[in-house]
């Protein structure tokens, strides 16, 4: 009897299945195969392993950067060229406005801040606001032709005058907007205001206020409406045009506008209600506390979020395996940046005066669980409104300079330094500097003298400009805020810092392992494929044989029948 083998098929190719011979080809070739891509499976592991990894070192930068941008309002100014200096949360100014009478001064002015405001008080009324001039015509239907015409021109005081063509067909609706068409020019706008029942005036205002609105009436067009009379003047005057009259320190001050935004340098203060008598509203500039204090506040929150990235990443289970979310366990970066957080934190600002010299002097001090609170906010709030320069003085980094010419562009250095520049001038340009005698310790490139890498004066960047040469005495102590930021700047930087220096590395590392997995897998599929043809060949020799064995039996019994 013949026995034929079943067919199968890999890809495009066809085989015989191991009925002949009795294996299981299949469990034997996805067995050999299996084996081969055994390493594939394990880099591929790795490539999971080293994305998490990835994914938790991107966690830990945003904590980090989280932390650097609270402290960012905080650090020291420095200039960002010859001439301009960035400023800071110290820096920023906000208006206190109290009313004599307990009445809300917000609606009797507005006052706003900028950062080169100079803290003072000032005792302010406001006896007249600032109008603008309004003047009506007589009451005409606004839809019924005027029945003149004529030319007049219209303005104001100072200003450019416009023609206003009058037709006689045109209604009070269309002067209106004849007039509104030239208002860019002008500086005049008109409105219809209804009277009575189809009864309108029309009603010219100026665009400022204490300005005279002007019309001149040729054509004797403006008189026909009732807007001037015979001689040339307006016939309703319902505003005239006055100007803005407040008194600060007793002294008074007299503007077109209700708008003062340059009466005191840095303060832009608005004039909405005059005061009543007796009435005075004292205008307090101080630091903007609130912004301050937030930006404390909110560091203490990103600390102690960071406080608990770590403690995820350090957890170990009570049978002493490593947590499952601690994917960051003992790594070096991890441990590397909490180390030196955890210095800064628990140390003292090289820059604070007066005693306070670390958090605990802020009532901010660190809990059983090692995260940071606010334990004693009237400590906090009494340095910001008693003793603000201390508390500045905690957070930035102390640059002085024995010649103000010498302006402080970078200081990413993290320790006390006290040295003289000896900069030499020829022909007018900054040719060296030395300290101590020692060329090499600065670079010079123009008007920038900047710290040589690899010196302790790595990371300073100043600006000179000098005619001669000269010496220059600098102190620079730093403060927590600065060395908060270049502390974690060396690892979080997105560019340059150890933490994305790690992540490409992995994700190159990745690319790798990526590309022997594909490499392995392809290669195991061609051993599939040489062994599928080599069972198949097998299965059909055998095949083969056991025809052949078949026609043997076959003819040997028909001999034996034939004998007989």
């Known amino acids: 009897m013949t026995s034929t083998s079943a067919v199968s098929t890999s890809g495009s190719t066809s085989y015989l299945t191991g009925t002949i011979s009795g294996l299981d080809t299949d469990a034997l070739i996805e067995a050999a195969v299996t084996q081969k891509t055994a390493r594939a499976d394990t880099l591929d592991a790795k490539v999971t392993t080293n994305t998490t990894t990835i994914s938790s070192y991107q966690t830990l930068r945003g904590l980090l950067d989280d932390i650097t941008s609270t402290m960012s309002s905080l650090k020291s100014t420095a200039y960002s060229s010859l001439s301009t200096s960035t400023g800071n949360a110290f820096d920023d100014k906000t208006a206190y406005l109290t009313a004599s009478d307990g009445s809300d001064a917000t609606d009797i002015i507005a006052v706003s801040a900028e950062s080169d405001a100079v803290a003072a008080s000032y005792a302010v009324t406001v006896s007249q606001l600032a109008k603008a001039m309004k003047v009506a015509s007589d009451s005409h239907d606004s839809t019924t032709a005027l029945g003149s015409s004529g030319d007049f021109t219209i303005g104001v005081a100072g200003g450019t005058a416009a023609t206003i063509a009058v037709t006689s067909d045109m209604t009070l609706s269309d002067l209106a907007e004849a007039i509104n068409d030239q208002s860019d020019t002008t500086g005049v706008s008109a409105t219809l205001l209804k009277v009575s029942s189809g009864e309108y005036k029309l009603v010219l ?239 010079v490139s123009g008007s920038r003298i900047v710290g040589a890498a690899g010196t302790i004066y790595e990371g300073l960047s100043f600006a000179l400009v000098a005619d001669e040469s000269i010496s220059i005495d600098v102190t620079l102590t730093p403060g927590f805020a600065d060395l908060i930021a270049t502390q974690l700047d060396a690892y979080a930087n997105a560019s340059t810092g150890m933490i994305q220096i790690e992540i490409e590395r992995l994700n190159e590392t990745n690319s790798d392992l990526s590309d022997k997995s594909t490499q392995i897998r392809e290669d195991a599929e061609t051993y599939r494929t040489r062994l599928v043809s080599k069972y198949s060949a097998m299965e059909q020799e055998l095949y083969a044989a056991q025809v052949l064995q078949q026609q043997i039996k076959a003819i040997l019994g028909s001999s034996s029948d034939s004998d007989e």
């Open 205 to 443: 205002s100026a665009d400022d206020t204490n300005v005279d609105i002007e019309v001149s009436d040729t054509s004797g067009a403006a008189a026909a409406i009732g807007l001037v009379d015979d001689s040339g003047d307006f016939t309703n005057v319902l505003q005239a045009a006055q100007p803005a009259i407040a008194t600060l320190d007793g002294v008074q001050i007299t503007s077109d506008s209700n708008q003062l935004t340059d009466t005191i340098p840095g303060l832009s203060i608005s004039l909405l209600q005059v005061t009543s008598a007796d009435q005075t509203v004292t205008l307090d500039i101080e630091a903007d506390y609130s912004d301050i204090k937030t930006a404390i506040t909110d560091f203490i929150d990103a600390y102690n979020a960071l406080r608990d990235f770590v403690d995820t990443n350090s957890e170990v289970s009570a049978d002493g395996t490593v947590g499952e979310d601690a994917v960051l366990f003992a790594d070096s970066l991890l441990r590397g940046v909490n180390k030196q957080l955890s210095a800064i934190v628990g140390g003292e600002a090289g820059s604070a005066t007066d005693g306070v010299t670390t958090l605990a002097a802020l009532g901010i001090t660190l809990n059983a669980d090692n995260q940071l609170e606010l334990s004693d906010e009237t400590t906090l709030d009494n340095l910001l409104l008693s003793n603000l320069d201390s508390l500045r003085g905690f957070f930035e980094s102390k640059f002085t300079t024995s010649d103000s010419a010498l302006k402080l562009l970078k200081n990413t250095t993290t320790g006390s330094l006290d040295f003289t520049l000896d900069v030499t001038v020829t022909d007018g340009a900054i040719s060296d500097v030395t300290v101590g005698g020692k060329s090499g310790l600065f670079t």
